[in-house]
């Protein structure tokens, strides 16, 4: 009796251990580093090295650690990251929400597929979820890098400003971060984005980040050679001792003369871009409104001549 009751223990105990365990496993962990780790990801815009996605954090969390799993998903997550911040969008959750609702629009076009084509053959039927496949993949992925675009066109067009305001805020005789801040503030509601980057680099090294890497993660981010330039330029003077004010004056005048010569190229495409149009769409409008009255004249008199007795 005693042997039976001290069975009915043990196997109470190591069922009990195994449902723990099952729960521990399965339940979202708090991990205070791995959080930092992530918010610090999300600010730089830049991955962690030496840190790896993980079951647990949540079903958005546990959805990108499923689709890591699958080949090249890893490298498709990390180069989407990537875009994101180039875009601007690097709040925590963004990865999440893009990749969900880039996998709920591919399944919404092939059900739509499915549905318009349920009876037509199997040929049309394959090919139009191949179609939806590939559009359902390709269009956000185009989406996100005309946001990349736009969010750089905003940088670039912010930058000969803003880089001119520092200069005279830094001829004042403030330091170099609490002009940046400074600039921050002014252009805030002008160009939010460049302001937000600028706020994002003061806090960086006012954190106890060195400057020199805090303008590195501000390259990485935006990925714009002017900026990177600009970073370089700042550094330089930084280490040298040399007039950070008059520099920016003249880095300033080139910017200016780069997005002169940056437009007057783009007027000068402008021409040829318009030749195919023209000649699709204008000439052949064109053509019919001017000839085909006069060829029905032609063939009405030809008709009337011919018809006519002599």
Sequence with gaps: MLVLLLFFVLAATTLSALLWSGVELFRD??????????????????????VSRRRGGGILNNALYMISLIPGGEDWLKETEKELAHAGVRRKQALVVYCLFQVMFLLALVAGMLYLQWNNEFVSKFTGIVAA??????????????????????????????????????????SLDQAMLRVSEEMKFIYPELSAEF????????????????????????????????????????????????????????????????????????????????????????????????????????RGGIGAPH
């Excluded at 305001?165 to 830094?170: A, F, Q, R, W």
């Design 29 to 50: 962990q708090e991990d205070p580093l791995q959080d930092r780790l992530e918010e610090l990801q999300a600010l730089t815009g830049a991955a962690v090295t030496g």
């Design 133 to 174: 496949l590939i559009l359902g993949w390709l269009l956000p992925q185009q989406v996100l890098h005309r946001m990349v675009r736009r969010y750089r066109q905003k940088l670039q067009d912010a930058l000969p400003d803003s880089v001119d305001l520092l200069g005279i805020v830094l001829g004042t005789g403030l």
């Design 199 to 302: 706020a994002t680099v003061v806090m960086q090294v006012k954190a106890g980040q060195e400057r020199a890497k805090a303008f590195s993660q501000l390259v990485r981010r935006t990925g714009i050679e002017d900026i990177k330039s600009l970073s370089a330029m700042i550094i330089q003077s930084e280490r040298f001792g040399t007039s950070l004010s008059q520099a920016l004056t003249v880095y300033a005048d080139s910017l200016r003369m780069r997005r002169r010569l940056r437009a007057e190229a783009t007027v000068a495409k402008a021409g040829i871009k318009m030749l195919f149009p023209i000649v699709l769409f204008i000439l052949p409008a064109l053509f019919v409104i001017t000839l085909v009255p006069g060829l029905l004249s032609v063939l009405s008199g030809l």
